[in-house]
Nanobody, 121 residues
Framework: VQLQAFGGGLVQAGDSLRLSCAASGRTFSNYVMGWFRQAPGKEREFVATISWSGGSTYYADSVKGRFTISRDNAKNTAYLQMNSLKLEDTAVYYC???????????????WGQGTQVTVSS
C-alpha cells in the first residue's frame, strides 16, 4: 500500500492542525493505521494508532486528550486531528500501515513520506 501524508505546516502554540494520510494500492480497511513523529536529533516515536474498523484507538501519553486519530475507509484516508499544539509537538509526522495494533514502528510495513509540523511560540 502506498501512503501519502499531508496537511503539515507552521502554526502557533495552541493552534490546531489536521493531518491526512491517503492510501492507495491495497485494501485500506485491511490495515491498522498509525501516526509517528520524529523531531530533529530524536528517535521516531509513536503518536497514535487506530484499528481496521476504527473501533479501537491508542495514544501516546504526550498527546492524549489533545490529538484524535480517525479513519474513513470509504475514502482510504486516515486523519490526525491535533489540538492545543505545543512547541514540543514540532516534528516530521509519518503515517504508517500495518497488521498489528501496536505502538512500535516494527509493527508497520508501509510508511508515508512524512509531513513537517512546526509549532512556534
Amino acid at each position: 500500500v502506498q501512503l501519502q501524508a499531508f496537511g503539515g505546516g507552521l502554526v502557533q502554540a495552541g493552534d490546531s492542525l489536521r493531518l491526512s494520510c491517503a492510501a492507495s494500492g491495497r485494501t485500506f480497511s485491511n490495515y491498522v493505521m498509525g501516526w509517528f513523529r520524529q523531531a530533529p536529533g530524536k528517535e521516531r516515536e509513536f503518536v497514535a494508532t487506530i484499528s481496521w474498523s476504527g473501533g479501537s484507538t491508542y495514544y501516546a501519553d504526550s498527546v492524549k486528550g489533545r490529538f484524535t486519530i480517525s479513519r474513513d475507509n470509504a475514502k482510504n484516508t486516515a486523519y490526525l486531528q491535533m489540538n492545543s499544539l505545543k512547541l514540543e509537538d514540532t516534528a516530521v509526522y509519518y503515517c504508517a500501515a500495518g497488521r498489528i495494533l501496536r505502538g512500535t514502528p516494527d509493527a508497520y510495513n508501509y510508511w508515508g513520506q512524512g509531513t513537517q509540523v512546526t509549532v512556534s511560540s
